[in-house]
């Protein structure tokens, strides 16, 4: 599949992750080398979900960092709408500015969601909680470095990856080699096209340093995010080259019939398919998250 930009591997942006070992999700910040602006990708909210309470300490960790360094926060990036965390982008956003951006497919999320979750007409499905819509082949500027976008569906219908330079921030697409693939079996999801978007991925130069959202530490190994698209087409236990589709398809249907729900997917989907933000109070000023009975 012809990729819709062409890749510049000379602008080589400065990564730096956070990771969040209750979700074991990785968190980033994207700085432009030849200026101060940088870009937070998948900023993580705690919740203590037994107890109904939110915190910050990630965020606060990445709003220090940025504050710290004097740079310039112009983009808060959702690979797509997580179902294992909630979004810490308002919070950031709140401290630092930023404009929060995601793909144009979340209105599909949204209408899908909004259905399970019984929100009603109250809730707006046009994806107009968030500040930028992305199509596939969009551009934003970091400063003075170009981020290209590419719609990867298959884990859900939003989810894009994020190409900036030699660095490509894939969601939950692709994991570490050893990792595989994404699951594919939450509503609106395929494992074909799944595959599909995996091989676009995987039709970036080689040398394109690819960035996780997330790692579980397959047999223990450290926990690691970044790898290269050279290393995935080798070493991808799911998605090597020389694994066809139908073969992946499989694979990944019959694998997911195992899987249990993510144990923050209830929260974390209500929040996020509003940008981050808390469903609406009541009349008495308190907010309330549903739990939907077999709807999932």
Not at 45 to 69: P, S, V
Request: net charge negative.
């Amino acid at each position: 599949m012809t990729l819709p930009f062409t890749p510049d591997l000379s602008v080589k942006p400065q990564v730096i992750a956070f990771f969040d070992a209750d979700s074991n999700t990785i968190s980033y910040i994207v700085r432009d080398p030849d200026s101060t602006a940088c870009a937070v990708v998948d900023a993580v909210m705690e919740i203590d979900y037994a107890a109904g309470r939110l915190t910050f300490n990630g965020a606060d960790t990445i709003i220090k960092r940025i504050e710290d360094e004097g740079w310039t926060l112009e983009w808060l990036i959702e690979t797509h709408i997580h179902a294992d965390h909630l979004s810490g982008a308002p919070y950031i956003q709140e401290k630092l500015g930023g404009r929060i951006g995601i793909g144009d497919q979340v209105t599909v999320v949204q209408d899908t969601f909004g259905k399970i979750f019984n929100e009603g007409t109250g809730f707006e499905r046009d994806g107009s909680q968030f500040d930028r819509l992305f199509s596939d082949g969009d551009s934003y500027e970091i400063g003075t470095m170009t981020a290209h976008v590419m719609h990867t569906p298959g884990h859900t219908p939003a989810c894009m990856t994020h190409v900036i330079g030699d660095a490509a921030f894939v969601g939950d697409t692709l994991f570490m080699p050893d990792g595989g693939s994404a699951r594919a079996d939450f509503p609106g999801g395929d494992a074909r096209i799944l595959y599909r978007s995996v091989r676009r991925v995987l039709d970036l130069p080689p040398q394109t340093r690819l960035f996780m959202c997330h790692d579980y530490g397959p047999n223990g190994r450290e926990i690691r995010w970044e790898t290269t698209v050279a290393e995935e087409r080798a070493n991808n236990i799911h998605v090597r080259d020389g694994v066809d589709e139908d073969t992946f398809v499989e694979m990944r249907e019959a694998r997911d019939k195992t899987l249990a729900m993510p144990k923050l997917i209830i929260p974390s989907l209500q929040v996020n398919m509003r940008a981050g933000k808390l469903p609406p109070k009541d009349e008495d000023g308190d907010v309330f998250l549903k739990v939907p009975i077999n709807k999932l």
